[in-house]
């Protein structure tokens, strides 16, 4: 893989030493940039996500149109430790919501195998700050991250403070283009992690899991709330303040 050509527009991700973080969104970078950070997001999605192919669409249309397939901010940061990119982390930002949501996120096993078990909360505070920074220079408060994820990852989720919202949870398997396909179909076991910013509000409290369920099920991935998923996630979720 090519050595990525280091610009101010890295971030240096504090506790993890040779770690930045360049986002394929950043208006300041230019167009050649853009292509080679899209050319290596593609690269780790495919290997990791072959599932998920409509989001490699998705920032190629971003790219070329300047538009972003909903209201939130996309970011598709590309990983690098020192010159050598290792991974992405792509995380669309909600700002009038205050949400972020963690939609894919990979970093190479002979990198993360060399680091600490720490590093998933440290890398994680990091680009959370970043997020944190962007709603603030919008006069917004980030003060929930969301992500969905394999159960098996439980434990790595929880040790960098998500909680696992004990709620069934189906994503289309076409991702914001479900309309566009003759059937609507969804995963059949995805798991939603939530993880609250504020203090004064717990992880697992049932306004975090609503919030985190309307974030991605109604204004990311807009779903119909009279498909039968979907009607059963939100009236589950309903429940919990029961
Ligand atoms: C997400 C990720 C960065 C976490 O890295 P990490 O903190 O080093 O954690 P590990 O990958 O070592 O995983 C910890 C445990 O979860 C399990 N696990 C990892 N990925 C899993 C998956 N997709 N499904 C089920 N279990 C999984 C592993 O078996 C591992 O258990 P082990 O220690 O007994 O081997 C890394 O797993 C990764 O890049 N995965 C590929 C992409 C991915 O699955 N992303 C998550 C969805 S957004």
């Not at 971003?62 to 020192?82: F, K, N, S």
């Not at 963690?102 to 990091?126: C, H, I, Q, Y």
Request: charged share 20%.
């Amino acid at each position: 893989m090519r050595a990525l050509v280091k610009s101010e527009h890295d971030s240096l991700i504090s506790g993890l030493p040779g770690f930045s973080v360049v986002d394929l969104f950043n208006t300041g970078i230019s167009g050649d940039t853009r292509e080679e950070l899209f050319e290596l997001a593609r690269g780790f999605h495919l290997q990791y996500f072959p599932e998920s192919p409509h989001a490699i669409d998705e920032w190629r249309h971003q790219i070329e149109t300047g538009i972003a397939p909903t209201r939130e901010r996309v970011h598709v940061w590309l990983i690098c430790q020192d010159t050598r990119p290792v991974g992405i982390w792509a995380v669309n930002i909600n700002i009038e919501s205050g949400v972020a949501l963690m939609l894919f996120g990979a970093v190479e096993k002979d990198v993360r195998s060399n680091l600490p078990p720490s590093w998933l909360r440290t890398f994680l505070d990091a680009l959370i700050d970043l997020c944190s920074a962007e709603c603030q220079a919008a006069d917004r408060n980030l003060d929930l991250v969301a992500l969905e994820s394999e159960i098996g990852l439980k434990d790595r989720w929880e040790s960098a403070g998500f909680a696992l919202i004990n709620l069934p949870y189906f994503e289309p398997t076409a991702g914001m283009h479900w309309a566009k396909t003759p059937d609507v179909s969804f995963f059949e076991s995805n798991h939603l992690f939530v993880r609250s910013l504020d203090p004064q509000v717990s992880s697992d409290s049932a306004g975090i899991a609503k919030r985190a369920v309307n974030a991605f099920v109604l204004d990311h991935y807009q779903l119909d709330p009279s498909l039968p998923q979907v009607a059963m996630m939100l009236s589950r979720v309903q429940e919990l303040d029961n």
